[in-house]
């Protein structure tokens, strides 16, 4: 289905707790963190009522998100259910990679075949002082198993932050030189109430590209196998075996081609990643709504989708977003 600005709305994330067995700086604020209730959040009943009905406007790709998805009860089962959904082509998940050794194969046999790992150092002690939680030895091998287990593409996620993991570019550029990975640089963006108390500022991706060009002259390619990637700008080392993705969100906009919806954990569904803007379908669902009604409604918030988000401003986008990453679900 398209937008009212002629954008064709196919893609639906879907984030399945605000839970984490991690806190990362940029997303979860150090004390204070007030966490949904068993309750508060969508069964997975509900969401696959949710999907089901959402292909019926063109939604042809879900991706679960969390907090971390992985820690939710019953991940696994919920997959296999969600992957029977008729009209349903892709189911990816974005992890922190921390159980993933565990989960790799469990997955896999579910359905999924893609799969994105965030990872924001390579670094043992800085990656535990970004996550303040985390041990990168877990990662690594989680990422390892799902090599191994046959998840094709590997997308490694990294929030390059200036003056944090900046001196990392070119070791995160590298792992793609022998490996089939794709190393995604994604511009920092200051959403919810953590950005004003962890002091981060963004790196152009522009600055990254330079980094890695001076080091090996990156070449465009199509993404992976000639697929598209959505809003990264995907590149190859000259040799490399795997890509590189920049995800410009701060200083390249790419509203005009944004394909998504968001649906959090609480049952909200939105359209716009910085805009506050929701639409409560839990409540609905639990009022016994018809499937009838449920469709206009995502109908309505697909073309109500607006045109552009004021990325570029900071100060706009404390206003625009007060919601903390890991309750919208990335």
């Given at each position: 289905?398209?937008?009212?600005?002629?954008?064709?709305?196919?893609?639906?994330r879907v984030s399945v707790t605000d839970r984490c067995n991690l806190r990362c700086i940029y997303?979860?604020?150090?004390?204070?963190?007030?966490?949904?209730?068993?309750a508060d959040i969508l069964s997975y009943e509900e969401i696959l009522r949710i999907v089901t009905i959402a292909v019926k406007t063109g939604i042809v790709k879900v991706r679960l998100t969390g907090g971390e998805p992985l820690v939710r009860r019953g991940l696994v089962e919920f997959v296999s259910s969600l992957n029977k959904i008729e009209g349903l082509?892709?189911?990816t998940l974005t992890t922190n990679g921390i159980l993933l050794e565990n989960y790799a194969e469990p997955l896999f046999q579910a359905g999924i075949r893609r799969?994105?790992?965030s990872l924001d150092s390579l670094n043992v002690e800085k990656y535990k002082?970004?996550?303040?939680?985390?041990?990168?030895?877990?990662?690594?091998?989680?990422?390892?198993?799902?090599?191994?287990?046959?998840?094709s593409p590997i997308k490694i996620n990294v929030v390059a932050i200036k003056g944090f993991n900046d001196d990392e570019i070119l070791d995160f550029?590298?792992?793609?030189?022998?490996?089939?990975?794709?190393?995604?640089?994604?511009?920092?963006?200051?959403?919810?109430?953590?950005?004003?108390?962890?002091g981060f500022e963004y790196l152009s991706n522009d600055i990254v590209k330079k980094i890695i060009n001076n080091y090996s002259t990156l070449e465009r390619t199509d993404g992976y196998r000639g697929k598209a990637d959505g809003p990264a700008q995907v590149y190859r080392m000259k040799g490399a075996v795997g890509e590189i993705g920049l995800i410009s969100s701060m200083?390249?906009?790419?509203?005009?081609?944004?394909?998504?919806?968001?649906?959090?954990a609480d049952g909200h569904l939105r359209a716009c990643l910085l805009?506050?803007?929701?639409?409560?379908?839990?409540s609905m669902l639990r009022s016994g709504c018809s499937n009838s009604d449920l469709e206009s409604l995502i109908k309505k918030v697909i073309l109500d989708k607006p045109k552009i988000a004021a990325l570029h401003c900071y100060e706009s986008q404390r206003k625009k977003c007060v919601r903390n990453m890991s309750v919208i679900g990335g």
């Open positions: 289905m398209y937008d009212n600005h002629n954008r064709m709305i196919n893609y639906l997303c979860m604020p150090k004390e204070g963190l007030s966490l949904l209730g068993h082509k892709d189911i799969i994105n790992v002082s970004i996550t303040r939680l985390g041990d990168l030895l877990s990662v690594i091998r989680g990422i390892k198993k799902a090599e191994c287990v046959g998840f550029a590298k792992l793609t030189v022998h490996k089939p990975y794709q190393v995604r640089f994604i511009e920092y963006m200051p959403i919810g109430d953590v950005a004003s108390e962890n200083s390249h906009q790419f509203c005009n081609s944004c394909n998504r919806l968001r649906l959090t805009s506050d803007d929701e639409v409560d379908l839990k």
